[in-house]
């Protein structure tokens, strides 16, 4: 696995409080290498196959229907709380997921625990991830605040019904990965 250290780099020093941009979210995506899994082990490194983000939606590509599930920075990951928000310039909602409960999502009071964040403009889309199309896996060591950038795997939203977004995300980068379903408020900024 090779460390985002960049990507840590260029959040924490150029973007201040708040989320990044997304062009730096790009740029910072840029010294990613390729992650193959084999299609059909259950093992936890498996998120899919070599046919990952492929469009015929071929077993190695396919969302699980259950909720978002994996392993961030060596820890369980079940969903359980996050919400979406209108902060880019371009009409893009930050989305961050969280395995933490939260009663007030959009208050955007988590904790420190690893979350997974990612971009979408919230209408309906079925892609591969890839270097312009990327999510991150939060997380904090003893060095400081990590972000590891995944560009395998495959995003799907649904859309927004009400006030609410839903989607499924399959993503594998080193020792991270998830796959499964996900519903997220778009709370204002």
């Given amino acids: 696995m090779i460390r985002i250290t960049i990507a840590a780099t260029i959040f924490l020093m150029s973007c201040g409080p708040g989320p990044p941009s997304k062009d730096r979210v790009e740029n910072a995506a840029t010294n990613v290498s390729p992650n193959n899994v084999s299609p059909n082990n259950a093992s936890p490194n498996n998120m899919g196959g070599t046919n ?6 071929t077993p190695g590509d396919s969302i699980l229907e259950q909720p978002l599930t994996g392993v961030v920075a ?3 990951f079940v969903f359980a709380s996050g919400f979406a928000m209108d902060l880019f310039e371009d009409g893009e909602l930050w989305i961050e997921l969280h395995s933490t409960p939260n009663d007030e999502p959009c208050a955007r009071n988590f904790d420190a625990a690893p979350h997974i964040i990612l971009s979408a403009t919230g ?3 079925d892609g591969p991830l890839g270097l312009a199309n990327n999510i991150t896996f939060a997380y904090d060591e003893d060095d400081g605040a990590m972000n590891d950038i995944a560009t395998k ?18 993503a594998t980068m080193g020792d991270h990965h998830v796959n499964g379903t996900f519903a997220v408020p778009v709370c204002s900024p």
């Fill in 123 to 125: 209408e309906p889309e």
């Fill in 74 to 76: 060596g820890s369980a």
């Fill in 52 to 57: 990952v983000g492929t469009s015929n939606n």
């Fill in 153 to 170: 795997g495959r995003l799907v939203i649904d859309g927004i019904q009400g006030e609410v977004l839903s989607g499924g995300l399959r």
